[in-house]
């Protein structure tokens, strides 16, 4: 069971988070935590029950606001979801880029994941909507160029100011879809 939030619980995060987008899930141990959170093991381990509970709840956020992105756009019909979809989407990618980052640095474990479990169903639903709900397969094909891309290029250390990225993502996607942009 999680304890409350403090501040050092918060510094453990952050500071594993950033080495497990740097050096994988596997290749970081409690000890590097510690040691970039300035705090003893025994610290570490009082706020967490281990290295896989500190991996669960840094991406419990990604997993969560993925399915509600997903509940939003069910309400959506055909051609309405496609924009949402696109800008919530890359929202969500661009917000927890290191998240991301280390779940395709190790993905094949990391999809196996209980927390990711609700991905799948998620990403699912983000593709119908990204291709306006249709079943055309170049509409379907067009979604997940759209998913893979954006999150791709999240994960990726390209130095580029925040705002410029996203405006490039929104723009790319929406093209990607044969959208008209601005």
Not at 121 to 130: G, I, M
């Amino acid at each position: 069971m999680p304890r409350p939030p403090s501040a050092m619980r918060r510094q453990i995060l952050d500071r594993a988070l950033r080495l497990f987008a740097e050096h994988g899930f596997k290749g970081t141990s409690l000890h590097d935590i510690a040691v970039e959170a300035r705090c003893s093991k025994a610290s570490l381990l009082y706020h967490f029950a281990g290295k896989d509970a500190i991996l669960a709840e840094l991406l419990t956020p990604p997993a969560e606001s993925l399915t509600s992105l997903s509940g939003e756009l069910a309400a959506l019909d055909g051609d309405r979801a496609v924009e949402p979809a696109v800008t919530g989407f890359i929202g969500l990618a661009l917000r927890f880029h290191l998240e991301v980052k280390i779940i395709f640095a190790e993905l094949p474990d990391m999809l196996n994941h209980p927390v990711l479990a609700v991905i799948p169903q998620a990403v699912d639903q983000l593709a119908d909507a990204l291709a306006g709900r249709s079943q055309e397969p170049r509409a379907r094909v067009r979604a997940q160029m759209v998913i893979g891309g954006v999150a791709v290029t999240v994960a990726s250390d390209v130095e580029v100011e925040p705002d410029t990225m996203r405006t490039e993502l929104v723009q790319g996607a929406l093209r990607t879809l044969g959208r008209p942009t601005s």
